[in-house]
């Protein structure tokens, strides 16, 4: 059981939008602490996405974007394509607990 | 370019101990707090354990508390993880990264990942 709940999977097909939710508690993302997301390719390292609730890193794409509100965290990712099929993970910090936390992570398929 | 390389992976025996290192280069690491985070197979991340840029701050997941050890040595530009008393669950791929932006930041540079696997 994570601290950070995702769902399990989304879905989309290609050129759509779709959003990943993240909902912590008010030890957490309620009680103001930024959050992360990170892409996982099949076989490969994390890579992060979205940094500070809604900042993008140099060279990924518009079409990804972040948002938080109260509790909870969004993730958006428009104009769907083939190579955004990926695992997605929040990670923010606890306080109760003394240290960071992820979500329990989203499989995006693009159909 | 900035690298994270992780060494020491490998299967051990339940209750023994294994030590793992992180071979940083292309960025200033004695600046850096650090991470370890590990991933069962087939499952989502978990956080292990931080430490300050300086060493002189460690935190640690409930999971691991007493029996990792995490530790930096600034002139060899090397993080590392000693796991001792080790059980099945520890089995996962175990990932080094950077803390970004201090103990709340995002974690960025990621290593490539060595697995751990515990089984008699």
């Known amino acids: 059981q994570s601290v950070l709940t995702q769902p399990p999977s989304v879905s989309g097909a290609p050129g759509q939008r779709v959003s990943i939710s993240c909902t912590g508690s008010?030890?957490?993302?309620?009680?103001?602490?930024?959050v992360h997301w990170y892409q996982q390719l099949p076989g490969t390292a994390p890579k992060v996405l979205i940094y500070?609730?809604?900042n993008r890193p140099s060279g990924v794409p518009d079409r990804f974007s972040g948002s938080k509100s109260g509790t909870s965290a969004s993730l958006a990712i428009t104009g769907l394509q083939a190579e955004d099929e990926a695992d997605y993970y929040c990670q923010s910090y606890d306080s109760s607990l003394g240290g960071s936390v992820f979500g329990g992570g989203t499989k995006l398929t693009v159909l | 370019q900035v690298q994270l390389v992780e060494s020491g992976g490998g299967v051990v025996q339940p209750g023994r101990s294994l030590r793992l290192s992180c071979a940083a280069s292309?960025?200033?690491?004695?600046?850096?707090?650090m991470h370890w985070v590990r991933q069962a197979p087939g499952k989502g991340l978990e956080w292990v354990a931080v430490i300050s840029y300086d060493g002189s701050i460690k935190y640690y997941a409930d999971s691991v508390k007493g029996r990792f050890t995490i530790s930096k040595d600034n002139s060899k530009n090397t993080l590392y993880l000693q796991m001792d008393s080790l059980r099945p669950e520890d089995t996962a791929v175990y990932f080094c990264?950077?803390?970004?932006?201090?103990?709340?930041?995002?974690?960025?540079?990621w290593g490539q990942g060595t697995l751990v696997t515990v089984s008699s």
């Open positions: 008010s030890s957490n993302i309620g009680a103001g602490y930024d």
């Open positions: 500070g609730n809604n």
């Open positions: 292309g960025f200033t690491f004695r600046n850096y707090g």
């Open positions: 990264a950077g803390a970004s932006s201090g103990w709340y930041g995002w974690f960025d540079p």
